[in-house]
């Protein structure tokens, strides 16, 4: 099955700078690679998503890239907000609609 | 649209006692997924079902149970509980294999004790 490491477990960031999360998968034939956002006590929310066949995608402050070849993936947010504050999951989908989630990435953005 | 609810919000079960997690959506999707968020360890697939009447084993199946009779329904069921499903259990649809983004429902905490 599909494995998907997520690094780091925790992120401090001070207000204003970036913050960047990395992803490996092993299953090569994964086709889909989400991000998700989950505040405490709450579902998770997809913020940005990337298809195989893209390398890169941006959402305003929010972009994800994907190198296939390496079978990594990264989420990147600019001028990071305290809002912004939460536990950041990557995912990775496989050819048969199964979802593998990373163990999450908690960040806190310092004012 | 209330998109994907789930029933009940908080469960307190005692060992070897049996109970089902409702889910539902309303947004005609085919594929639906169960999943348990554990401290430290991400969200990990239970179950999961591409269509009524079609249901297949996820990552960590064992002591679960799921049907899917219409499209709009997939329940959970826990057999005899263990203290080990202790857990956030969520459900999540998505409209089929060429959309992929999920939809989570709002979740089921659940206690065994």
């Known amino acids: 099955g599909e494995n998907v490491e997520q690094h780091p477990s925790t992120l401090s960031v001070q207000e204003g700078d970036s913050a960047v999360i990395k992803c490996t998968y092993s299953d090569s034939a994964s086709n889909y690679f989400p991000w998700y956002k989950q505040e405490l006590g709450k579902r998770p929310q997809l913020i940005i998503d990337?298809?195989?066949?893209?390398g890169e995608k941006k959402d305003q402050r929010i972009a994800v890239t994907l190198n296939k070849t390496a079978k990594h993936f990264s989420l990147h947010i600019t001028e990071t907000q305290p809002e912004d504050s939460a536990v950041y999951f990557c995912?990775?989908?496989?050819?048969?609609?199964?979802?593998?989630f990373g163990t999450g990435t908690s960040l806190t953005v310092i004012p | 649209n209330a998109g994907v609810t789930q029933t009940p919000k908080f469960q307190v079960l005692k060992t070897g006692q049996s109970m089902t997690l409702q889910c539902a959506q309303d947004m005609n999707h085919e594929y639906m997924s169960w999943y348990r968020q554990d401290p430290g360890m991400g969200l990990r697939l239970i179950h999961y079902s591409v269509g009524a009447g079609i249901t297949d084993q996820g990552e960590v199946p064992n002591g679960y149970n799921v049907s899917r009779s219409t499209t709009e329904d997939f329940p959970l069921r826990l057999l005899s509980a263990a203290p080990s499903q202790t857990s956030v259990y969520f459900c999540a649809s998505n409209r089929d294999a060429g959309n992929n983004e999920q939809f989570f429902g709002p979740g089921t905490r659940l206690t065994v004790l």
């Open positions: 995912a990775a989908r496989n050819t048969g609609n199964q979802f593998y």
């Open positions: 990337i298809r195989s066949n893209v």
